[in-house]
T-cell receptor
Framework: KAGVTQTPRYLIKTRGQQVTLSCSPISGHRSVSWYQQTPGQGLQFLFEYFSETQRNKGNFPGRFSGRQFSNSRSEMNVSTLELGDSALYLC????????????FGQGTRLTVV | DAKTTQPNSMESNEEEPVHLPCNHSTISGTDYIHWYRQLPSQGPEYVIHGLTSNVNNRMASLAIAEDRKSSTLILHRATLRDAAVYYCILLNNAGNMLTFGGGTRLMVKP
């Protein structure tokens, strides 16, 4: 069974630009969550989508947004990039929402210059 | 949100058992105790979870105190590949929002 796939793996963007990251969950999984990992703040929850609806949202500015498609694939978008947005962005998929185990992808390493 | 407390780091010798503790004194009745680990340069990996009873799987065992205010992840025979940061997380059925703390960095010596 294929795991969680995140694309691209690496990305370099300039301050002020926007970026879209993609996540394909494990087949049959309907919940997708996004996390940001930085050396200073550790792993922080961004948002969770289940059946195309945002279920939970972390404490991030509105520049961070996401969506989920009918096939459960998800995208997250960051607009007006700042240097501090440089991080590893991780996606996790779960079969359902509500306390089940999550399977993480390898992440997208975003560098903002 | 209920929080967890873990030691910053622990050391173990290869092939010996490892007991990783976690305190969660404000746990609520609907919180599950989840453990994840993150190996270097990889995304977090699910290890085990439980509610009240002790749990075993192929990776580890989870021992939960009777009052549920603490738990212990047990690796029965540590290998060098078990060197990772281990996170203890409380999760209820309101969603899959994992709140990661600092975790415990486990170092395994050959």
């Amino acid at each position: 069974k294929a795991g969680v796939t995140q694309t691209p793996r690496y990305l370099i963007k300039t301050r002020g630009q926007q970026v879209t990251l993609s996540c394909s969950p494990i087949s049959g999984h309907r919940s997708v969550s996004w996390y940001q990992q930085t050396p200073g703040q550790g792993l922080q929850f961004l948002f969770e989508y289940f059946s195309e609806t945002q279920r939970n949202k972390g404490n991030f500015p509105g520049r961070f947004s996401g969506r989920q498609f009918s096939n459960s694939r998800s995208e997250m978008n960051v607009s007006t990039l700042e240097l501090g947005d440089s991080a590893l962005y991780l996606c996790a998929s779960s079969r359902v929402t509500g306390g089940t185990e999550a399977f993480f992808g390898q992440g997208t390493r975003l560098t903002v210059v | 949100d209920a929080k967890t407390t873990q030691p910053n780091s622990m050391e173990s010798n290869e092939e010996e058992p490892v007991h990783l503790p976690c305190n969660h004194s404000t746990i609520s009745g609907t919180d599950y105790i989840h453990w994840y680990r993150q190996l270097p340069s990889q995304g977090p990996e699910y290890v085990i979870h439980g509610l009240t009873s002790n749990v075993n799987n192929r990776m580890a065992s989870l021992a939960i105190a009777e009052d549920r205010k603490s738990s212990t992840l047990i690796l029965h025979r540590a290998t060098l590949r078990d060197a990772a940061v281990y996170y203890c997380i409380l999760l209820n059925n309101a969603g899959n929002m994992l709140t990661f703390g600092g975790g415990t960095r486990l170092m395994v010596k050959p």
